[in-house]
């Protein structure tokens, strides 16, 4: 098991950028693959991206291709969700979430560990 924590959500305009934190515990790290989720009021949780053990394998839901960037500090045990050009759709509570094993997975069901979310809220 690891224990994940985010930061960095906020309120922002359209078109601002934010980036979002998520440190974990423990001494596996590099053992889970992570990813960022998010949760709208009233929708069900979808996935945004994902990075595999390494960093060196990322993945993303097209609504937010060329604007998102994920990354990992397998040294820091963090990973990070730069978010650009954001529009009031991204409004959502954030979650970072990670699974056991090399490679994200788009499924939620797929992941053991969550962090308790952060909110980004985003004003046209």
């Known amino acids: 098991q690891v224990q994940l924590v985010e930061s960095g959500g906020g309120l922002v305009q359209a078109g601002d950028s934010l980036r979002l934190s998520c440190v974990a515990s423990?001494?596996?790290?590099?053992?889970?693959?992570l990813a960022w989720f998010r949760q709208a009021p009233g929708k069900e949780r979808e996935f945004v991206a994902g990075?595999?053990?390494?960093?060196?394998?990322?993945k993303y839901v097209d609504s937010v291709k060329g604007r998102f960037t994920i990354s990992r500090d397998n040294a820091k045990n963090t990973v990070y969700l730069q978010m650009d050009s954001l529009k009031p759709e991204d409004t959502a509570v954030y979650y970072c979430a990670a699974r056991w094993g090399t490679v994200p997975s788009g499924e939620t069901r797929r992941y053991d560990n969550w962090g308790q979310g952060t909110q980004v809220t985003v004003s046209s």
């Open positions: 990075i595999n053990w390494s960093g060196d394998s990322t």
């Open positions: 423990g001494r596996t790290f590099t053992s889970y693959a």
